[in-house]
């Protein structure tokens, strides 16, 4: 397992390779001066000299690319040409509200979908199985912001429960960061839960035909024993597929729900940077994002062969 682990992280060592010199190449080969492009059409010409030091933009380009590497090596991701704070600062002041929605709606999103999608399959052709799968549709139709909207009106203005917007860090308590959290985690949750639960009941579909299941079943394995134990296990690996592919697209792609719910998170920021042409924000958001799908991508292959030892590649 270790070995295999071991071999899987550095296969990914080149991807990650492969995404920074596209980011290093991405401003450096656009037509024009770089500098111009992020300083924009009334910059001086001492900004744009400013820029271009900043940046190195008047050094070799190989020389360019490993005094950018080596800097990102240590943990410098640069400085925003826009607030002069250094981009990691910047990110880590933002990362928690993102993180925070990540986390409670992929766990609320399991929680429901799972069992929804078992019971889907179980109940194959009934109302139950027709009901859930009326309810994905209706997730996968229906836009995040209106969800947010709808659900804003509802218990933050109507009933008065929660607040409307803003976040509050766990540090702060876990009723304070709860109250700012629900609403989000909802609202982004309705869209998971139809795809995780589809993607089960397709999964369950398949395996609750298998001989084994018949076999258990025939044993006198309790039905629940059989759902779980025999059929779910084995149908778990393209629900995990679908869990972590959705968890690496809820980190770098809030930025609807962060809008709605006016959250500081990492969405926002990399809005805000691409507006106004914060390059060095914008390099560090890609490859934040890049390391976050090989990470998880990573977690996937370890979960697949928890699941299934047979799975070795």
Not at 111 to 137: E, N, Q, Y
Not at 234 to 239: G, I, Q, S, W, Y
Not at 287 to 309: C, E, F, K
Request: aromatic residues 8%; glycine residues 8%; proline residues 5%.
């Amino acid at each position: 397992m270790l070995g295999y682990l071991l071999r899987r992280i550095l296969a990914a060592i080149p991807v990650m390779g492969v995404v920074a010199l596209f980011v290093f190449l991405l401003l450096r080969l656009t037509p024009g001066d770089p500098a111009a492009i992020l300083a924009g059409d009334n910059a001086t010409p001492e900004q744009l000299e400013r820029i271009r030091t900043t940046l190195g933009l008047n050094e070799p380009l190989y020389t360019q690319f490993f005094t950018w590497i080596g800097k990102l090596l240590q943990g410098d991701l640069g400085t925003s040409l826009i607030s002069n704070v250094p981009v990691l600062t910047m990110i880590s002041r933002r990362i928690e509200p993102s993180i925070s929605i990540a986390l409670s709606t992929i766990v609320l999103a399991i929680l429901v979908a799972v069992p929804l999608g078992v019971i889907a399959a179980w109940k194959h052709g009934t109302w139950i199985d027709r009901f859930v799968m009326g309810l994905s549709v209706v997730g996968f139709s229906v836009p995040v912001f209106v969800i947010g909207y709808l659900l804003i009106q509802i218990f933050a203005i109507d009933l008065r429960w929660v607040p409307v917007q803003g976040f509050r860090s766990i540090t702060a308590g876990f009723g304070p960061f709860f109250e700012r959290i629900i609403l989000p985690t909802c609202t982004l949750s309705f869209i998971y839960v139809a795809l995780i639960a589809r993607m089960t009941r397709a999964a369950m579909l398949d395996v609750l035909g298998e001989d084994y299941v018949r076999t258990a079943r025939a044993k006198g394995i309790s039905e629940t024993g059989v759902l779980l134990h025999h059929a779910l296990r084995n149908a778990a690996v393209p629900v995990i597929t679908v869990i972590g592919t959705g968890f690496a697209l809820l980190i770098s792609g809030v930025v609807v729900t962060e809008s709605v719910f006016n959250l500081p998170g990492i969405g926002r920021l990399t809005v805000d940077a691409v507006l106004a042409r914060d390059y060095p924000v914008i390099q560090a958001m890609i490859l934040l994002t890049s390391l976050i799908y090989v990470t998880v991508n990573l977690l996937i292959d370890l979960a697949y062969t928890l699941l299934d030892p047979r799975i070795r590649y």
